[in-house]
């Protein structure tokens, strides 16, 4: 079953924002961002429901409350359409530096608007999706229209939206007149799903009508039946998931790998894939491989550490030189397993360090399982020949590195 992880960033006013990441099992295929409806929060049934549908579909999504909502700090009566812009920029910023950068925006009803809004300034994003969107940003002061001459004459009033008390600032009703939305989706340049409930009392049909007429190829839209604005029936909003999940498949899909390096004569090349933030090829003639960092530090886990390989030179080294002694001996040994772990000792009785230094030392701790008929002589010879492989040679010998700029 997915997992839910609390996840806190710091939103376009500086405040606290409140998160859930929702996580498949094992490696997600993609990232996405999920924007909730006016007023809501990220716990409103679609956006929990949705969530946790497609990171059963193996698509991991962070949900959160907008400036002022839900669990989030910061005052709504300060915030407009261009901080929930922002917030939904902050979020994106901090799913790159902490996870994986969006791929995917998903947005419920204004959400779907910030989503449009909001995609050009993230590079990351492939596709988006829109749930219920309304295609002009004035469609939200119907929501408290009897209060609109209030807020114009007095700078602010308190209405009810969904049964709750907000208070409404002057700024937010200048902030709106800004957006265009058709504008915005027709600038897109990316792939849009409209999803619309032609039954809508909230937004009307002719919603998505416009935003769809509007946005350019590759464009798609998907009737939700006789779903209400709020997806409350969990069976409409799996539904939209599952689509939103089908249709994304191939820009949830992770970049194809370039092209390897070519090799050299003699030695390895290494040279960074633009996948990722630590990901490498490492060529050695006709070999190529993959070495990365962990997640926990920032990598992808796509390939063995930088240790990793060091620990595997000596592991591989150390097995063929006991293959190539016991065929010189003709010893029955049926086979090698050479298991190496790399850690830091604290040097306390290393003579060769500074005294006064909290020094460490690197520790390759080598296990060797020798399978045959082969007596306790013939093993403890074997130890030892296990020491004087080229690479355990090296690694115990004077060694200089020498770099060198080119090109």
Same mark, same amino acid.
């Given at each position: 079953m #997915?997992? *839910?992880?609390?996840?806190?960033?710091?939103?376009?006013?500086?405040d606290t924002l409140a998160a859930k990441l929702e996580l498949p099992n094992g490696k997600p295929r993609a990232y996405a961002l999920f924007a909730h409806c006016f007023s809501c929060s990220k716990d409103v049934h679609a956006a929990s429901r949705i969530a946790r549908r497609l990171a059963q579909e193996g698509i991991a999504v962070l949900r959160f409350d907008f400036t002022g909502l839900g669990q989030s700090e910061g005052d709504f009566a300060n915030t407009n359409f261009s901080s929930n812009i922002d917030d939904l920029v902050k979020a994106a910023e901090h799913l790159a530096s902490k996870y994986e950068a969006p791929a995917i925006l998903v947005g419920h009803s204004l959400g779907g608007a910030a989503v449009i809004a909001a995609a050009h300034r993230v590079p990351s994003v492939k596709a988006v999706a829109t749930i219920g969107a309304p295609a002009d940003t004035d469609h939200i002061v119907s929501q408290f229209a009897d209060s609109v001459n209030e807020i114009t004459e007095n700078g602010k009033a308190t209405v009810s939206l969904a049964g709750r008390p907000f208070t409404i600032k002057k700024q937010f009703l200048d902030d709106l007149s800004g957006h265009t939305l058709e504008n915005a989706v027709r600038d897109l340049k990316r792939p849009v799903l409209i999803c619309h409930s032609p039954v809508d009392q +909230?937004? &009307?049909?002719?919603?998505?009508a416009r935003l769809f007429m509007a946005a350019k190829h590759p464009k798609s839209f998907l009737s939700l039946d006789d779903a209400d604005h709020l997806l409350t029936r969990e069976a409409d909003s799996h539904h939209v998931a599952d689509v939103i999940s089908a249709w994304a498949e191939k820009y949830a899909a992770p970049d194809p790998l370039p092209v390897p390096p070519k090799p050299v004569r003699d030695g390895v090349v290494v040279q960074e894939t633009g996948l990722g933030q630590f990901q490498n090829w490492v060529v050695n003639q006709d070999f190529a491989m993959l070495a990365d960092e962990p997640a926990s530090v920032g990598g992808d886990n796509s390939g063995m550490t930088p240790y990793g390989y060091v *620990?595997? &030179?000596? /592991? /591989?080294? +150390? *097995?063929? +030189?006991?293959?190539?002694? /016991?065929?010189?001996?003709?010893? #029955?040994?049926?086979?090698? +397993?050479?298991?190496?772990?790399h850690n830091k000792s604290h040097a306390d009785d290393c003579e060769s360090c500074e005294k006064g230094q909290d020094a460490k030392i690197d520790v390759f701790e080598k296990t060797i399982r020798l399978e045959g008929d082969l007596d306790n002589e013939q093993r403890q010879r074997l130890l030892e020949i296990a020491d004087r492989c080229p690479v355990h040679k090296t690694l115990h010998s004077e060694v200089k590195v020498r770099s060198t700029l080119v090109g």
């Open positions: #997915p997992q *839910s992880e609390k996840v806190e960033f710091k939103g376009a006013m500086g +909230t937004v &009307g049909i002719d919603n998505a *620990s595997a &030179g000596l /592991a /591989a080294c +150390t *097995s063929m +030189t006991l293959r190539m002694y /016991a065929r010189h001996k003709n010893l #029955p040994l049926n086979r090698v +397993t050479v298991t190496v772990v």
